[in-house]
């Protein structure tokens, strides 16, 4: 009898201790490290204070809100790039769409740093894209694209594609074709059928993946430390720099921790603003 | 008119009273615990600031037992030697001793942030000589006791050939914990396809003309240290004041467009690629770059003047094989091996006597080479007049932790734009 209460206890341990070793404790430490006071030579200790928080926040605003800016215009143009993608796959795709699907992930088995860096060897000022260009007079000598929000943003929507096209092919291919011929049936022109049936359907989709992009995407630091420049850092090149540059961790953890509840708090946000019936179906999935 | 009835006090205690239910417990426990984790998780550092002096016998203390296993591991910057590694060839036939040599070494601070954890901890971090700079680092390097005493009694050549100046530099007096590998300049380095006027200012840096295509660097001293000059003051010297106008004098430089990125040892690449036309760079870089692609970057120390630094030999406290480190530094300070290094790298030899040596290389040989050779012997880059001195600012340094992160605070911002 005893035995047959623990079992579902003794089954949930080995995810419970994971997750206690590689979340909590991690947790934890850096929560802990966020308040504590001192330098990396002697040492830092606990003092809980909080003002590092404040501090870090006023410093690094503009990198903060500029994550967001970037990740949210990244989300914007993934949602535009990725629909048609995903609904060419998924309705027109025929027998074809595992290699369709395929193709599309095949560039992403090469490292994600190594693709960033084949941008930049693409987009550089005297490169094979903008060389010709300059040299017939098409652009002038001091354009690039390196070094700008485009260069990055662009990065950014490069790397997470896969990661919207994919839930949003996953919500459309499981609409029922009998669903799309009622609308017609029912006299709904192809546009009214998008806008009223096949859309909504795919809500879910959507919403994963802006919960797959926007996160990463925001507090992404590989894409704007390789194609941008002093002004266009993100905050994640900031924390990392805290830790690796400057031993400040301090600082450091205070901007992940507040990364972490700005990112929580607008996920939330749009979670009840799509209404929760939508999210549900998602986390159901 | 019967009396309102007094409920039981008891009752109504319990009514208004939260009581302590098992979840509360658990809920005020959990704090606790929480509580007590944050606090125990403290950084352990390892050292206390201006515990330079170490004690009499540290030396006989760390060096006590060790043996030369016949291998070396050597962490160093891009740049610094022949490719071909042509010195270190010759360092394993007459010693026996194989050296990796890794160029793993961008900038100061990720390098220092890299290897504290695991120095903090007492752990090889994988090398046994590490090239470091007389920067913040520096310091927290040998305030952190990261540092081996170096055996003086082992550095014969070291004694009898280095310059007298390096003997009693004030990052490191007495060469307590590191001898110099070279020292450098920084100045400014540009392409003269791009840019057809002479550079010769520092103003250079901040004019409109080149917007977008000028480059600095990213450690902050090395940034401040020309922010400050711009201004015509001496970084060695300068004070909180100084550092906060040199920082509006860099942001200037930033919100106006000129400024394309702030580098590390990637600004050679920059140049190279066409993306900066201009930028701060350190003096034997560029030569190196024109011989090895072919390219014709021009360096220039500016009239406000430049910056002079020491890059330094120093053993990790954790290292495997210090006996074979402390061999290599010592043979890099034959005269001959000293030469041919700066033959390569063209930064400043802290030998004095490889100059003759350089002149002796040339004469053996003919036509191009013979004249490169003997442009290096007679550069103020490898070998500086007195009055080149005159033209170049020492680092500041920093008496406390607590000024260092006053001045990281006012730079850091402008790099991370």
Redo the contacts between chains.
Sequence with gaps: MLRRRLAPYLLVLPGGLWLLLFFVVPMVTMLSLSLQQGDVVTGYVFTGHWQTYVDAVVNYRTQLVRSLIYGGITTVVLIVLAFPVAYWIAFYGGRRKATYLFLLLLPFFVSFVLRTISWRQILTDEGILLGPLKDAGLLHQEFHVLGTPVAVIGGLVYNFLPFMVLPVYVALERIDPRVVEAARDLYADPATTFRKVIFPLALPGVFAGVLMTFVPASSDYVNSAVLGSSSTTMIGQVIQSQYLTSSNYPTASALSFTLMAVLLIGVFAYARALGTEDVMKVAAR | MSQPRIPDPALLRGLTQRRLGRRDALRISGLAA?GG?????????????GASAPAADAVAKFWAGKTSTGKLNFANWPLYMDPAHPELKKFTAATGIEVDYQEVIQ?M??W???V?PQLAAGQDIGFDLMVITNSIQFK?FV??GFLAPLDHGKLPNYAANADAAYKKEAFDPGNVYSVPWTSGMTGIAYDPK?ITRPITRLADLWDPAF???VGMFSDTQELGNFGMMALGVNPEKSTPDDWKKAAAKLKEQ?SG?I????YDQSYIDALG???VWITQAWSGDVFQKNVSDGTDFKFVIPEEGGTIWTDNFAIPVTAKNPLDALKLIDFFYQVEIAASLAEYINYVCPVPAARDQIRKDAAAKTGKDKAALEAVADSPLVFPAPADYARLHYYRSFAT?AEQ?EY?GIF??????
């Design positions: 929480l984790a944050l606090a125990a998780c403290g950084v352990k550092g390892k050292g206390s600031p900038e601070g990720p220092f942030a890299k504290q927290q305030d952190s791009k917007k977008g295509k930033k467009g400024i394309r990125n702030y690629k066409g993306e932790a992160q990281q850091e911002p402008i790099v991370l734009g």
